[in-house]
């Protein structure tokens, strides 16, 4: 599976790199980055300095936007750390490619029509300009799957919206709005999918990528004292497009609300069909294990 991954890494955004890079079924062809999380200097440089780490320097970097369509973003640090990961990775030397992501995901997937799947693991920015900018790419990616959006659950920025959504509405109307072959993955699976902070086997193993998983989540639980479990709002993008048949969609027409209080919002309608599969159910545990076995390569 040709794959180009969208991120902000991001604590979760680790999470689900380690397991697409351990995915023997995934040939990531790029990793392509966007403000969110943190700025686009940081999630670059956490970008990088990941692949450094896995020994996957081969897999290049394009950075993305720093600013979403409209306004400005609004970053988590809070969350993820005060360079936007709770790690703090090797520095590396390796560079980020010449070139823009946007430019990269038109080219690449229209070189191979029908055989690029792009995951989305942060705001929709990058994703939006290159469907803007080019007609075409709409038809010639094969799947794109995104995290974003509360699905029947509350938000996580307001009680209306999630923080990908909530960072850039504007993209998020476009990318649904275009017709590009969507998978969906809310806060109502994500949440489904989480770990408590004493559940010792994730935290065992001593695996590269489990052992780096276990740290990024071990100080997750350290900086956010309050919270109790870490949710697989990323990693959960990719069990869906690698196991499928644990999740339960349903076709929609998407419609996003871009200002006032409910900005971010997400509006469904599920009885005219669409181009958007929202997920709307998972088989928790075995997705779970799923994951972890990921992590652990
Ligand atoms: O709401 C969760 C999403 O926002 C995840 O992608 C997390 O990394 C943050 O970007
Ligand atoms: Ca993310």
Redesign the pocket.
């Known amino acids: 599976m040709k794959c180009i991954i969208d ?7 680790v999470l689900a790199l380690i397991m697409a890079l351990n995915a023997a079924q995934m040939d990531i062809l790029a990793l392509t980055t966007v403000e ?2 943190a700025t686009l200097a940081h999630t670059t440089a956490n970008a990088l300095r990941l692949l450094e780490y896995m020994g996957r320097t081969d897999i290049p970097v394009y950075a993305g936007s720093s600013e979403p369509l409209v306004g400005e973003f609004h970053h ?1 640090y809070e ?2 750390g005060d360079e936007g990961l709770t790690v703090r990775l090797p520095d590396t030397d390796m560079p980020p490619a010449n070139g823009d992501a946007v430019d990269f995901i038109i080219e690449t997937a229209l070189e191979t029509p029908g055989e690029v799947t792009l995951f989305a ?3 929709l920015t990058n994703v939006a300009r290159a469907l803007m900018k080019e007609e075409r790419l709409k038809d010639a990616l094969r799947r794109v799957y995104i ?2 959006g509360t699905g029947d659950s509350g938000g ?2 307001t009680p209306y919206a ?3 959504i909530y ?1 850039d509405p504007h993209a998020a109307n476009a990318v649904f709005g275009s017709g590009a072959p969507v998978t969906l993955l809310g ?1 109502n699976i ?1 949440h489904q999918t989480s770990i408590a902070r004493d559940d010792e086997v994730w935290f065992t193993g001593d695996a590269p990528g489990e052992r780096l998983a276990a740290r990024i989540v071990e100080n997750w639980f350290e900086l956010g004292q309050a919270e109790q479990r870490f ?1 697989m ?2 990693p959960v993008t990719i069990m869906a497009a690698l196991r499928p048949d644990l999740i339960r969609t349903r076709a929609a027409t998407l419609s996003v609300e871009t200002e006032g209080e409910r900005v971010g919002e997400i509006t469904a309608d599920y009885d005219s069909g669409g181009s958007v599969d929202v997920a709307v159910g998972v088989e928790s545990e075995e997705a779970l294990s799923f994951m972890r076995g990921l992590l652990r390569g």
């Open positions: 991120t902000d890494p991001g604590a979760d955004d969110g999380n988590a969350v993820h693991l942060g705001p995290m974003g996580n920025v999630e923080f990908n960072d806060l994500s949710s709002h990323d």
